[in-house]
Structure formats: structure tokens, C-alpha cells
């Protein structure tokens, strides 16, 4: 079984991975989700109300009052996270270009040319009266070619993540072209650094701004424009994504790769981060995704990859062998906030036959569980990004907006996962129990 996941899934996963444009976007997912975060926090205040109504009244002569003035801090965030995206994968994509390909780019003029692009690519474009203009359509919210939601531009929220990938790819690209073939302007070295370096950016700024404009131009004869052009295929696989065999399939290729040593859950979960957060804003705007914010750790992870907080109380518990019981004691702790490598590498769960069944199913248990109440409208849509490391119950019931179901689902997939692990665990014990005595009779 470990040959065949190694040759069909950790081979051509690992070199996805190193993939320059992956690598960055995964660097934009792990930057950004603290602000995220800090976003959610102000959103709690909002939905408290409605998961406690005993405190609506203190909120109706408080905190409604300076609603606005909270919701900014969301809005400054969630509501704008595909800029921080396009930024950090902007930056970080020039930093690896500049390193590894020795390329003279700065990545800070990398940052700035992808704003720009962002800027000129965004807008809504049309032909009025035998004149390209900026769109208008006060039903649609659409001022001046700006489609303006309650939290600002709407293109910059979680739905212009996918542009801001694109955006940022080939910014960096027509950048990086420019000056691997000499297109720049140089200066004397006696110039400073600070305006040599800008003028080496200004013909790639001028080439980026075009081709911006060009593409604009190009979408608006067909009808469209690149935001509504690139919503389509990315919108195909979120569906994907939140239907119960994507979830499944997820959560399959995360734990096939941690059983052959890879870390499963930075290498898939990272890329799929834009979809998570783009459908946290859909939900919480009403909407029912599943895959969103931190669904993983809240329903899933529970007690790390493989949900093994479960197996960690039966090492503490019942385990007879004594390296089951030594381990159990080092990871309980950690397991409580979902961080579990000690047990993965040291019990070890990698390339272990005895324990890569229930590894690979325990967690689609949970995640099952956790499809089928929020499809069923059971527990409410996750709504807040919380901090990854929140423990079991308490991760799911802020996620859901405070809901005390959703806190007991994630507990009902922690017991199923227990469950699963529990026959595997006795056969291990037992073996290593036997070891154990055989190695104490032969001393």
C-alpha cells in the first residue's frame, strides 16, 4: 500500500508543491490568515445576539450603537483579503524569482505593479453611446465601474482571490521578462539605490499597464470582463469542493500523504485556504457553504491530522504497552490543541500498517458528520475564522456564530473517531505488548 501511495500520490503531490506559483500562493495563505482572524473577532460581536438572545437587549443600548465603527476592522479584512493575497503572492513570487533564478527584481516593485494591475483589471467596462466607459447601474450597486458591497469594493473580497493569483503571476512574469532581457532603464552608479530602482521599474510598470488595459478591452468585446471570465472555472471547483465526495477526497489525500512522511495537511490544504475564506464570506452573508474558514480543525482535526485526540485518550487510558503509554502521556496535551506530530512521527502513524487504516478513516468520519448537519441545516454554516490550534467544541462552537450544536457535533465526530481507532489501537497494543515481554525475557 505505502509503494502505491508513494508512487501515485506523494510523487506527483511533492511536485506540485514546488512549484514556484504554488509555494507563493501557499506563502499569501499562511500570511493572510491572521488578519482574517482578526476580522472574525469583530464579526462575533454581530452574531452573538442570536446565539444568546438573552443578550440582545444589553446589545440593542451598546453594541449596535457603534456597529459600524467595529465592522470596519472586517471589512478592512475579510472584506478586502484578495488585496492582502495579491500582495503577499506578489512578493513572495519575487522573492523566489530573485533568488533562485538570480534575477535583479526588488520584490517591494513587484507588490506595486500587481496593485496597479489589480486596479486597472478590476473595473467593470463598457461601450456607451459609441464611448468605452466605466459601468453604472445603481441596482447592481455599480458606480463608475466599481461594484460597491457593504464592506467597499466587492472584487476585492474573498471572490478576487482567484484574479489576485493570475494578477500577481503575470505582473511578476512581464517584470521578471523585462529585466532578465535588459528592457529597463539604467542609471549611473553614482545614483542612489532608492531612485535607480525605481526607474528600472518604470518601462515593466508601463508594459504591466497595457497589458491590463489589453485585456480589459479584449474581455469587453466579448461581452465580459476578466473578473467574470475567471469566476467561472474557479467557481466550478469550490462546487467541487463543497460537495461530500470533495470533501472526502480532501481529506483522503491529506492523510495518504502524511503516512508516507509528508506533511498533508500544509500541502493540500494551502492552496484550497482561497476557497475556504471566499466561502466564510459567502456565509456570512447567509450562504451555506460548507468547506469554509477553519472547517478543518473545527470538526475534523480534532486533536491534529487523523483526528487523533481520540487514540491519544486511549494510549493515556487503556494502552498495556508501556511506548504506548509514555507517548500518550507527551502528546496529550498537545493533542487538546489540535497538534499531534509527536505522535505522527514518534508513535510513529507514518509508514505504520497497523494504524494507516483507521488514520486515513477516522477523520472522514467527522467530516462526514460535519457535511451532513450543516447541509441539513442542523448546525449553522461556519461563519468566523478561529485560531487553528482552538480545541475540540470550543473551535466549532465559535465557528458556527456560538452554536452549543455545533460544539456537540464536533464532539459526536471526535467519539466516532475514537470508535474507529479503537479495535486498531487493541491489536497494536497487544503487539507491542508482546515485544515488549519478549525483549524482557531475553535480557
Known amino acids: 500500500m505505502f509503494d502505491l501511495l508513494e508512487k501515485y500520490i506523494m510523487g506527483p503531490m511533492t511536485k506540485l508543491s514546488q512549484f514556484r506559483m504554488i509555494r507563493a500562493i501557499t506563502f499569501a495563505g499562511m500570511t493572510s490568515i491572521s488578519f482574517t482572524i482578526v476580522g472574525s473577532m469583530f464579526l462575533i460581536l454581530n452574531v452573538l445576539p442570536q446565539a444568546f438572545p438573552v443578550l440582545a437587549g444589553i446589545w440593542s443600548v451598546s453594541f449596535d450603537k457603534i456597529t459600524n465603527v467595529y465592522m470596519l476592522a472586517n471589512s478592512a479584512t475579510i472584506g478586502c483579503i484578495a488585496v492582502y493575497f495579491l500582495i503577499a503572492t506578489a512578493f513572495e513570487y519575487a522573492r523566489i524569482l530573485s533568488e533562485e533564478d538570480e534575477i535583479d527584481?526588488?520584490?517591494?516593485?513587484?507588490?506595486?505593479?500587481?496593485?496597479?494591475?489589480?486596479?486597472?483589471?478590476?473595473?467593470?467596462?463598457?461601450?456607451?453611446?459609441?464611448?468605452?466607459?466605466?459601468?453604472?447601474?445603481?441596482?447592481?450597486?455599480?458606480?463608475?465601474?466599481?461594484?460597491?458591497?457593504?464592506?467597499?469594493?466587492?472584487?476585492?473580497?474573498?471572490?478576487?482571490?482567484?484574479?489576485?493569483?493570475?494578477?500577481?503571476?503575470?505582473?511578476?512574469?512581464?517584470?521578471?521578462?523585462?529585466?532578465?532581457?535588459?528592457?529597463?532603464?539604467?542609471?549611473?552608479?553614482?545614483v542612489p539605490d532608492?531612485?535607480?530602482?525605481?526607474?528600472?521599474?518604470?518601462?515593466?510598470?508601463?508594459?504591466?499597464?497595457?497589458?491590463?488595459?489589453?485585456?480589459?478591452?479584449?474581455?469587453?468585446?466579448?461581452?465580459?470582463d476578466f473578473y467574470s471570465f475567471i469566476s467561472i472555472p474557479f467557481g466550478f471547483v469550490v462546487n467541487i469542493v463543497d460537495t461530500l465526495p470533495g470533501i472526502l477526497f480532501i481529506y483522503f489525500l491529506i492523510h495518504a500523504l502524511w503516512l508516507v512522511g509528508i506533511h498533508g495537511a500544509t500541502i493540500v490544504t494551502s492552496p484550497l485556504t482561497a476557497i475556504a475564506l471566499s466561502n466564510l464570506v459567502v456565509?456570512?452573508?447567509?450562504?451555506?457553504?460548507?468547506?469554509?474558514?477553519?472547517?478543518?480543525?473545527?470538526?475534523?482535526?480534532?486533536?491534529?491530522?487523523?483526528?487523533?485526540?481520540?487514540?491519544?485518550?486511549?494510549?493515556?487510558?487503556?494502552?498495556?504497552?508501556?511506548?504506548?503509554?509514555?507517548?500518550?502521556?507527551?502528546?496529550?496535551?498537545?493533542?487538546?490543541?489540535?497538534?499531534?506530530?509527536p505522535l505522527i512521527f514518534g508513535l510513529p502513524i507514518v509508514y505504520n500498517p497497523w494504524l494507516a487504516v483507521p488514520f486515513m478513516l477516522a477523520p472522514m468520519a467527522p467530516a462526514a458528520i460535519a457535511y451532513l448537519a450543516i447541509s441539513m441545516h442542523f448546525i449553522p454554516s461556519v461563519i468566523v475564522q478561529v485560531p487553528w490550534p482552538t480545541p475540540v467544541g470550543l473551535g466549532a462552537f465559535i465557528s458556527c456564530g456560538g452554536s452549543f450544536t455545533a460544539a456537540l457535533v464536533a464532539i459526536l465526530g471526535a467519539v466516532v473517531a475514537t470508535l474507529i481507532y479503537f479495535p486498531f489501537f487493541k491489536k497494536y497494543d497487544k503487539k507491542l505488548c508482546e515485544e515488549e515481554a519478549a525483549k524482557l525475557a531475553a535480557e
Open 194 to 224: 532608492g531612485v535607480a530602482r525605481s526607474f528600472t521599474a518604470l518601462i515593466p510598470g508601463f508594459l504591466v499597464a497595457i497589458v491590463c488595459m489589453l485585456i480589459q478591452v479584449v474581455f469587453m468585446m466579448f461581452g465580459t
Open 105 to 190: 527584481i526588488k520584490p517591494i516593485n513587484a507588490v506595486l505593479m500587481a496593485v496597479m494591475a489589480l486596479f486597472i483589471c478590476i473595473p467593470q467596462i463598457g461601450i456607451v453611446d459609441g464611448v468605452i466607459s466605466l459601468l453604472n447601474d445603481a441596482e447592481s450597486n455599480l458606480f463608475s465601474g466599481w461594484t460597491v458591497s457593504s464592506s467597499g469594493p466587492a472584487r476585492f473580497g474573498a471572490t478576487g482571490i482567484f484574479c489576485a493569483f493570475i494578477i500577481a503571476w503575470f505582473s511578476v512574469r512581464i517584470y521578471a521578462l523585462c529585466v532578465e532581457k535588459n528592457i529597463v532603464i539604467k542609471l549611473p552608479d553614482v
Open 283 to 341: 456565509n456570512a452573508d447567509g450562504g451555506s457553504a460548507i468547506y469554509a474558514g477553519e472547517f478543518n480543525n473545527a470538526f475534523v482535526f480534532i486533536g491534529g491530522s487523523g483526528a487523533t485526540l481520540g487514540l491519544t485518550i486511549l494510549m493515556v487510558t487503556i494502552a498495556k504497552s508501556e511506548q504506548l503509554k509514555a507517548i500518550g502521556k507527551a502528546e496529550i496535551v498537545p493533542a487538546l490543541f489540535n497538534i499531534n506530530e
